[in-house]
């Protein structure tokens, strides 16, 4: 296991009607923001206990927070927290609406051009403080330091991290995810099976509890993805989804392990290009970097298809090919195709694709650093 330092500092508040508690946790004189996205919040009654627990504070609300939050809208936001004196966002819907917030809250105090936030890791040192209502299960944005940001005018999608915006709070009520659209449900347990894989399939350091616990999230997952999709309304399943979704990105599983990523940062160029939605471009891309990284993975893969998909064959190639297979099957399941086709899209544009990620990645990609352009390629070949 590698050295690690570890703190969560975020306050998770679970269960069914806890969205009432946010008033305890909230300065009493804070000035607050209410971020939201595009209604969701407003038709599922999010939004009215939000704006009852509320009652007694200072609050306005800026909404339109668009699914793949964009730079445009939120420096429109980012006008309204200097003009306001805000000091307190709240973030009330999914990942992108609380990605939005964090970069609102770190742009609004940051001094020089926020666009260099993403595009330079330019170092944060102050934020407005940020908490979240959150009603996706599928980033664990709403117990990480991370966000990512579109930008409409370049066709970029970027990401940053940073301790100081992990959010103060977050309530995960499992009865308000019980009006996600299908596809959303499903994105959702394909991006947290997605992350729980970049933090898990790379080459084993004996570090037993992040393995062990990295396997019970994709057997949760697992578990409960179909049943979310056959019965929205079981709150054991969505209680299940939820809590998978949060621990499969707080860095539970990712202190003292090598990492991948690369999965996401091909992913986040074919969201830029296609308008794909992250998880769609998730499981395109990692069932064929699985078969181009088999022999990188092999031991991890092994262990991945004894453990979680409970091969109990001799064979260490068919073990391989098994956990390949299923991976790829158990997305097709959730109704999230795994190929190019199936989006319509062709090779045509690849090239532009590869650019873009050598501007942003500079082919470093990959637990041994070893994904280069060609590899990337014939990834993305294999994928159509
Ligand atoms: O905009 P509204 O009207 O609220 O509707 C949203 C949106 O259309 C809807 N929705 C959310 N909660 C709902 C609901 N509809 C009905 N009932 C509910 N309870 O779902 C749609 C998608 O929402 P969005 O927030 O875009 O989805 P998600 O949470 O999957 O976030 C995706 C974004 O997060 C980034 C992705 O790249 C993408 O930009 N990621 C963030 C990460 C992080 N911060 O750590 C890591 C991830 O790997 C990912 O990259
Ligand atoms: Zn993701």
Known sequence: MFNFTFQLPTLAIFGQGQIKKISQHIPKNARILVTTGGGSVKKNGVFSQVEAALADFEWIEFSGIEPNPTYETLMNAVELVKKENIDFILAVGGGSVLDGSKFIASAALFNGAPWDILAK??????????????????????MNGYAVISRKETGDKLSFASELVRPVFAVLDPTTT???????????????????????????????????????????????GPKALQNPADYDVRANIMWSATMALNNILSVGVPQDWASHAIGHELTALYGLDHAQTLAIVVPSLMMHQKIHKRAKIIQFAQRVWQFNGENA??????????????FEQMGVKTRFRDYSIDDSQFSVILDKLEQHQGYNLGEHKNLDRQAVKEILYAAL
Do not use: C, W
């Open 121 to 142: 890791h330019a170092p944060i040192t102050e934020t407005i403080p940020v908490a979240t209502v959150m009603t996706l299960p599928a980033t664990g944005s709403e």
């Open 317 to 330: 190639d068919e073990a391989v090919d098994y956990a390949i297979q299923r991976t790829r099957e158990f």
């Open 178 to 224: 019980y009006s996600l659209p299908e596809r959303q449900t499903a994105n959702g347990v394909v991006d947290a099976f997605v992350h729980t894989f970049e933090q898990y399939m790379t080459y084993p350091v004996n570090a037993k509890i992040q393995d062990r616990f990295a396997e019970g999230v994709f057997q949760t997952l697992i578990e409960e």
